[in-house]
């Protein structure tokens, strides 16, 4: 007689992280995302929902740097499914750093369907409308048109246009105020009138919370510091947070 398949989708395992925003030399998080690495080869599924990198210039011009973080997510794609969505730091990964790693980009928003819970994930940064002059910025940078150039130029080009891109961003941050940069609940709502039976799960505004709303939840990831990390796991039967140290 066939037996139910006792592995189906719904029995799976998933740890979801953001903003680690890793730099090539620091070791402190390198090792933390070690840790990580170690504790997710159990799970099915990773979701790294954006500025896993604090900065990716082209995947030839950053991949060099990254070389012990590729292979940790080379050896984590062997046990689990890694699906990574870009942030606004790292919104250049592009398909050698798939070949290189074996994980997958996926688009935001995406929708992980648990058993009979279903979760929206994004990196959280759309969310955030107030903030127009970032959104502006947003919609120059992130073009496609604009990402193809900017590829194409030589590297130590690219490296002073980023360093002065981050410095004009350093400053609007400092001008702003923290309303400003938080997610507008509005553009929360409209996304989420979308999915209505979903819960929400974002990253990118630092503000490690669980917001219980009408409709649905909004589980909002933490940044990583060079001791302490965050992740929220999953399973058709629950929802957890996890403290990575
Ligand atoms: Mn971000």
């Given at each position: 007689?066939?037996?139910?398949?006792?592995?189906?989708?719904?029995?799976?395992?998933?740890?979801?992280?953001?903003?680690?925003?890793?730099?090539?030399?620091?070791?402190?998080?390198?090792?933390?995302?070690?840790?990580?690495?170690?504790?997710?080869?159990?799970?099915?599924?990773?979701?790294?929902?954006?500025?896993?990198?604090?900065?990716?210039?082209?995947?030839?011009?950053?991949?060099?740097?990254?070389?012990?973080?590729?292979?940790?997510?080379?050896?984590?794609?062997?046990?689990?499914?890694?699906?990574?969505?870009?942030?606004?730091?790292?919104?250049?990964?592009?398909?050698?750093?798939?070949?290189?790693?074996?994980?997958?980009?996926?688009?935001?928003?995406?929708?992980?369907?648990?058993?009979?819970?279903?979760?929206?994930?994004?990196?959280?940064?759309?969310?955030?409308?107030?903030?127009?002059?970032?959104?502006?910025?947003?919609?120059?940078?992130?073009?496609?048109?604009?990402?193809?150039?900017?590829?194409?130029?030589?590297?130590?080009?690219?490296?002073?246009?980023?360093?002065?891109?981050?410095?004009?961003?350093?400053?609007?941050?400092?001008?702003?105020?923290?309303?400003i940069m938080d997610v507008n609940p509005q553009t929360v709502n409209e996304l989420m009138?979308?999915?209505?039976?979903?819960?929400?799960?974002?990253?990118?505004?630092?503000?490690?919370?669980?917001?219980?709303?009408?409709?649905?939840?909004?589980?909002?990831?933490?940044?990583?510091?060079?001791?302490?990390?965050?992740?929220?796991?999953?399973?058709?039967?629950?929802?957890?947070?996890?403290?990575?140290?």
């Amino acid at each position: 007689m066939l037996q139910p398949n006792t592995h189906s989708q719904t029995d799976k395992t998933v740890l979801v992280i953001a903003d680690l925003h890793l730099l090539a030399n620091d070791v402190g998080k390198s090792q933390l995302f070690e840790r990580f690495c170690q504790q997710a080869k159990s799970v099915d599924q990773v979701f790294i929902l954006g500025d896993l990198f604090n900065t990716w210039l082209g995947d030839d011009l950053s991949l060099p740097y990254y070389q012990a973080i590729i292979q940790l997510l080379k050896d984590l794609s062997k046990s689990a499914d890694v699906l990574i969505m870009t942030g606004n730091r790292d919104f250049l990964l592009n398909q050698t750093f798939v070949q290189q790693t074996n994980c997958r980009l996926i688009n935001t928003p995406y929708l992980l369907e648990l058993g009979k819970h279903q979760y929206v994930l994004t990196h959280g940064d759309e969310l955030c409308t107030d903030d127009e002059s970032y959104q502006q910025m947003k919609s120059i940078l992130q073009h496609p048109i604009t990402k193809a150039i900017f590829v194409r130029l030589p590297k130590q080009w690219r490296l002073k246009l980023s360093g002065q891109l981050r410095k004009k961003s350093i400053n609007a941050q400092q001008a702003k105020s923290r309303e400003i940069m938080d997610v507008n609940p509005q553009t929360v709502n409209e996304l989420m009138a979308k999915y209505p039976d979903a819960d929400l799960i974002h990253g990118h505004t630092h503000r490690l919370n669980t917001h219980v709303e009408k409709a649905f939840t909004r589980y909002v990831l933490g940044d990583w510091s060079d001791s302490k990390g965050n992740a929220i796991k999953i399973t058709s039967q629950s929802l957890s947070r996890l403290e990575i140290s």
